[in-house]
């Protein structure tokens, strides 16, 4: 488990922070590698994005592949383009009959038949061509047709279209009257430069638009990523998992409470963070579960408490006990240390993993003391997926 870091500071900003902030908890030694975090004690100005400072900051550390505005451009050497054509239909096709239809297609693209044993679940066959392209033709027993198609990225595009083409024509021909939907999808590109596809917290793969890699580093801790997506600019990955962007400004400000909150004046206890979203002004003090427990016996107390060290866990396995527990300590100790009226502000996870923020809110109600919630659904841009914050307080 990564240690959290705690931050402090008596705030002089309003909740209109207008930078972005992290998903997940990260070392603090990460965040000053990645360069997003402008200073640990002076943080980016209202209205810029940590993350668009980080070319500047790397220049002098990452060697880039090729000129670009951003850093390393994406040159895909050898990746796999995997192509998918899906018929649905109504009644199971006539095997001997729709083979033939497709033969003469095969043998113009100088493809290689190798039929299969499927063991009485259908038709199966594949198909070796020229340029290393490899296919897949199925025609299942209850009634789907599906052919997939492997290419090398820098094969012959206008082959590749219309070999499809003409696959889609010739099998629309043969079972007319019997299709009930076909789908044929856009290459999923396999063993690029850098992984595209990152699947949301409820299991849902999607592809970001990614041209260039900004930065890419193995600290001690995990691997770091900054790549540039043309939607969403610069992006933060962790071990493969989407932290930040810099379209991210809802995170921040749900994170913070909106926009309702007044934070002149008040003393505010961070959890995680460091990237420069929440305060202009911070201290980066030490592991936060040891600070939290010194400052609850000492009896300090503060206006808020905003926690932003991780989701709550995806899964409520037996295997995850540990995480809980994580979070039970660091909710306990939180709202000990919060004043009277006092906020605590979290994440919780996507809006679609019930089960999991039903066991959060159970958790509330387990807590030493007792506490009151209110809960907010954010569309954060990058995460492609809503998400939701949890504003805690003590009854």
Not at 123 to 146: D, E, P, W
């Amino acid at each position: 488990m990564l240690s959290p870091y705690l931050m402090v500071s008596s705030s002089s900003s309003s909740s209109s922070s207008s930078t972005t902030h992290f998903r997940a908890r990260i070392r603090e030694t990460d965040r000053q590698s990645a360069a997003v975090a402008a200073h640990t004690t002076h943080l980016p100005p209202s209205g810029v994005s940590a993350l668009s400072l980080c070319h500047h900051r790397l220049s002098t550390d990452s060697t880039p592949a090729a000129s670009s505005r951003h850093g390393r451009r994406l040159y895909p050497i050898m990746a796999v383009l995997h192509y998918t054509l899906d018929f649905k239909l109504r009644a199971p096709a006539d095997v001997s009959a729709t083979v033939r239809g497709l033969q003469s297609i095969f043998q113009e693209q100088e493809m290689t038949e190798n039929v299969h044993d499927s063991e009485g679940h259908g038709y199966l066959a594949t198909f070796v061509g020229k340029n290393g392209r490899f296919a897949i033709l199925r025609m299942h027993s209850h009634g789907l047709v599906t052919f997939d198609l492997q290419c090398l990225d820098g094969d012959d595009v206008a082959q590749v279209d219309n070999l499809l083409n003409a696959l889609e024509k010739k099998l629309k021909a043969l079972l007319d009257g019997n299709i009930q939907r076909i789908k044929r999808l856009p290459a999923l590109i396999r063993g690029s430069d850098v992984d595209r596809y990152w699947p949301t917290a409820d299991g849902r793969l999607m592809e970001y638009d990614i041209d260039e890699v900004v930065y890419e580093k193995d600290s001690a801790y995990q691997n770091i990523k900054i790549l540039h997506s043309r939607q969403f600019g610069n992006m933060l990955i962790l071990n493969g998992d989407v932290n930040l962007a810099e379209s991210d400004l809802p995170y921040t400000q749900a994170i913070m409470g909106s926009g309702k909150e007044h934070y002149a004046g008040k003393e505010v206890l961070i959890l995680g963070g460091g990237d420069g979203g929440i305060l202009h002004e911070a201290i980066l003090v030490q592991d936060c579960v040891p600070v939290l427990k010194k400052f609850a016996e000492q009896g300090r107390t503060f206006d808020y408490v905003i926690n932003d060290l991780t989701a709550v866990p995806i899964s409520t396995a037996p295997e995850e006990d540990s995480t809980w527990e994580f979070l039970r300590l660091i909710l306990d100790l939180s709202i000990r240390v919060l004043r009277p009226g006092g906020k605590y502000f979290t994440q919780g996870n996507c809006v679609n993993l019930t089960d999991a923020l039903s066991e959060y809110e159970k958790l509330l109600g387990r807590l030493s003391c007792k506490v009151d919630f209110s809960k907010e659904v954010v569309c954060v841009p990058s995460y492609m997926e809503l998400w939701v914050f949890y504003t805690i307080w003590k009854k």
